[in-house]
């Protein structure tokens, strides 16, 4: 069963080839869905493009930046006809211990993280109206829940905890349109998301930590967020999905 035949996806950070935003690509090309790729890293959303072929497309963009969300969405919007599902998966993740993070530092992973969701839900979100539905998902962070403790730190907690009441406020407002909107929080992901910050032996130390005994693979979320933005969930907005082996129970 193909869940989602004929549905456009758009999916930022979705160039990294072992990260979430990649392996959701994957899952929703295989269950027939066309996908637009997005990323601000260029090098390796051409490799992703090699990857996927002539039915789907890449675009380069940084989701902090208003007017490259706008263009991505009305290019995609152009080529596709219909926008139908945005997966929220561009990220930042810095530990750096709270007295010691910079304005710099602060902005990035505040933009990256909250900012970067707002800006690409508001560009898509009018051709959505159009066609009266439409799913949205917004990839946060047990970090959210826990406030850090993983890797990330305190500017990392509050950005993926604003996920949750974007998420939240957005689907109430969005319901009545027809598009629903949800999150997840992953807990710890055997992925390189922290660009090699976190060693072998932390992500050992780690899985001890976790009740399933290992970290999860992006593909465990990939099948989350293809629930979410599949009619399999049609009557579920609002919502934040834990996907974290049981580190987080609560």
């Given amino acids: ?16 080839e072992s990260g979430i935003g990649r392996a959701t690509a994957r899952l929703f090309a295989q269950h027939g869905g066309r996908v637009a790729l997005t990323d601000v890293n260029s090098d390796s959303l051409a490799e992703a493009g090699r990857e996927f072929g002539k039915d789907h497309r890449t675009y380069v963009c940084d989701v902090t930046d208003a007017k490259q969300c706008r263009r991505t969405a009305d290019d995609a919007m152009k080529h596709f006809g219909r926008i139908d599902i945005l997966v929220n998966s561009a990220g930042v993740v810095h530990g750096t211990r709270f007295v010691d993070i910079s304005a710099e530092e602060y902005d990035q992973v505040l933009d990256v993280n909250l900012r ?22 917004c990839v946060s962070s047990i970090s959210g829940r826990a406030g850090g403790g993983v890797f990330g730190s305190t500017h990392y907690a509050a950005a993926k905890s604003g996920i949750f009441g974007l998420a939240k406020g957005l689907a109430r407002e969005l319901a009545p349109d027809g598009i629903r909107v949800n999150a997840v ?14 060693t072998p032996e932390d992500k050992a130390r780690i899985a001890k930590a976790i009740p399933m005994g290992r970290l999860g693979q992006p593909e465990e979320v990939a099948k ?21 082996g049981g580190l987080l129970i609560h």
Avoid: C, W
Wanted: aromatic letters at 6%.
């Fill in 1 to 16: 069963m193909k869940l989602l035949e004929g549905k456009i996806a758009l999916i930022t950070g979705a160039g990294s």
């Fill in 116 to 137: 970067g969701n707002f800006q690409m839900a508001q560009a898509i979100v009018p051709h959505m109206r159009k066609n009266g539905s439409g799913a949205i998902v």
């Fill in 185 to 198: 929080a992953p807990g710890p992901i055997d992925n390189d998301f922290t660009h090699g910050k976190m």
């Fill in 224 to 244: 989350v967020i293809l629930f979410l933005a599949s009619d399999l969930s049609s009557y579920v907005t609002g919502v934040v999905l834990d996907v974290n």
